[in-house]
């Protein structure tokens, strides 16, 4: 039960300058509280390439943290394959140092340059780098630092990482 246009018109002018106010006041708090909920619902940002992490439990027990999907099913499959043999020494996140942290003779300094490899592995004797890749876009710069660290890991290390 409110008032309505009839009612309002009753009033002086003063009045309903007064109800007019009140209401506005009433629609801009309930517009606020909207836009609060509205936000708060609002996904976070995600990842750069839109991947979603993921926990995972290995049938061992292990809990396990991946940066994608993609990269959890291959390391399962990674750990299948050492499981029956076929690979042994299955790490992940495997750093590789590429350029030691510099100062210049101002005595800024540059922070050191590291690969950190997806998957290591030995097979056959070898040892395997991997990282795991899903779309691939060229003209990303992400992708663009992956290929430099990709050939500098060759240059330096004689490592050649796989692409999955």
């Known amino acids: 039960m409110g008032l309505g246009l009839e009612d309002i018109g009753r009033f002086s002018q003063k009045a309903q300058a007064q109800i007019l106010q009140k209401v506005q006041e009433q629609q801009r708090a309930e517009k606020a509280?909207?836009?609060?909920?509205?936000?708060?619902?609002?996904?976070?940002?995600?990842?750069?390439?839109?991947?979603?992490?993921?926990?995972?439990?290995?049938?061992?027990?292990?809990?396990?943290?991946?940066?994608?999907k993609r990269?959890?099913?291959?390391?399962?499959?990674?750990?299948?394959?050492?499981?029956s043999g076929e690979i042994t020494n299955l790490r992940t996140q495997v750093k590789y140092p590429l350029l030691p942290k510099q100062v210049h003779p101002d005595g800024t300094r540059e922070r050191a340059i590291d690969?950190?490899?997806?998957?290591?592995?030995?097979k056959?004797?070898?040892?395997?780098?991997?990282?795991?890749?899903?779309?691939?876009?060229?003209?990303?710069?992400?992708?663009?630092?992956?290929?430099?660290?990709?050939?500098?890991m060759l240059y330096f290390h004689g490592i050649t990482v796989r692409e999955v």
């Open 33 to 68: 509280a909207a836009d609060a909920k509205a936000k708060a619902e609002k996904p976070k940002k995600g990842n750069k390439l839109h991947a979603e992490k993921v926990d995972m439990t290995l049938p061992d027990g292990t809990l396990m943290h991946f940066d994608s």
């Open 71 to 83: 990269e959890a099913r291959r390391y399962m499959d990674l750990w299948l394959m050492q499981r």
């Open 115 to 122: 690969y950190v490899a997806d998957f290591v592995y030995e």
């Open 124 to 152: 056959d004797g070898e040892t395997v780098v991997e990282d795991s890749k899903g779309f691939r876009n060229t003209a990303s710069a992400a992708y663009r630092v992956f290929v430099m660290k990709r050939k500098m």
